[in-house]
């Protein structure tokens, strides 16, 4: 799993480019295209789900393919720019020129240094004492009400965010890759993005995008619980609490509402002895969600670092798996 490990270092050296070329930035528009064709407002609600699932196949298949076909003319052009070389070392030449170009594409589909980067910046922020721009710069990566939150609920939001992200942004991808090669995680992309476009319980896409939510759900669910294990593992080599992080991770799992992301969640909970949950607010709507971990230490900027550092870990810990497993 070569490629795996180059996907990650061109992602941890160079990072996701922000422009609406970028792949992932493509699906969204290829969603937003097909959503514009499939959703109509005055539809029954039986019809919004059919025509929903159907915009899920449509995504899935069309990524599919259009990831078998960039493998086949990687495969292609490697053996061709593999020839200039000598005789001697072509194999070699064409099986590196492949894993690097798999590698590059691959690295659009995880995203641990943006992730990373975002959290330290907030941190920084709150440093500073500079709260407000702290609040804007979180709002571009959670889906809550940011513009009331005090420094402790910036840093929980921050800390949630990067558990949970840590499935969606890096172990999930590189876990379909490690099963079905670069149409698998992109096609993984693909179900996590209409996920987040089309997955919430509000009154335009309670039907329509639950085909999309349920995907989403379904394909998240081994990686999810991978993702807890490692954190575990990673809590013990950095010297944080493995213990305390399975405990929790048992205790408080299933309390998070999606059937995943408490596993990632109550782990990193557990680990680094602080409290996730609570009241959060989306579009002016106050909501609670269920605890998870106990308020043994009062959230701050080090443990948004700290969860940081577990991503990392965890990241590293699973690259070698399926390097080993490979081989």
Request: net charge neutral; charged share 20%; proline share 3%.
């Amino acid at each position: 799993m070569l490629t795996a490990i180059v996907a990650f270092i061109i992602d941890t050296l160079i990072g996701d480019p922000r422009s609406k070329f970028h792949p992932v930035a493509i699906m969204g528009s290829f969603i937003g295209f097909l959503e514009r064709i499939f959703y109509r407002k005055t539809d029954a609600d039986w019809h919004k789900m059919f025509t929903g699932g159907i915009l899920v196949t449509i995504a899935l298949l069309m990524t599919f393919h259009v990831g078998s076909a960039l493998v086949y003319f990687i495969k292609k052009f490697s053996i061709e720019a593999g020839s200039h070389f000598a005789p001697d070392v072509i194999p070699v030449a064409t099986k590196w020129i492949e894993i690097l170009l798999q590698g590059f594409f691959l690295s659009f589909m995880i995203a641990p240094k943006s992730l990373a980067g975002s959290a330290r910046e907030i941190c920084v922020l709150l440093a500073m004492d500079k709260i407000d721009l702290a609040r804007q710069k979180l709002s571009w990566i959670v889906g809550r009400d940011t513009k009331e939150l005090n420094e402790s609920e910036i840093c929980r939001a921050a800390v949630e965010t990067v558990a949970e992200n840590t499935v969606d942004g890096i172990i999930s991808p590189l876990f379909y890759f490690a099963i079905g090669g670069l149409p698998l995680a992109m096609c993984y992309r693909m179900a996590n993005t209409m996920d987040s476009m089309l997955g919430y319980k509000n009154e335009k896409y309670l039907y329509f995008g639950r085909v999309a939510a349920r995907v989403d759900d379904v394909v998240n669910l081994i990686p999810a619980r991978i993702t807890a294990i490692l954190f575990i593992f990673s809590a013990f080599g950095l010297g944080f609490d493995a213990r305390h992080a399975f405990e929790i991770m048992r205790r408080d799992a299933h309390k998070h509402p999606s059937p995943n992301g408490g596993y990632a969640e109550a782990a990193v909970a557990g680990a680094l002895h602080i409290r996730l949950g609570g009241i959060n607010s989306y579009f002016g709507k106050k909501s609670f969600r269920e605890y998870m971990g106990d308020a043994e230490e009062s959230l701050a900027t080090r443990h948004v670092i700290n969860t940081i550092r577990l991503m990392y870990t965890a990241t590293i810990l699973f690259l070698i798996a399926i390097y080993l497993v490979d081989h």
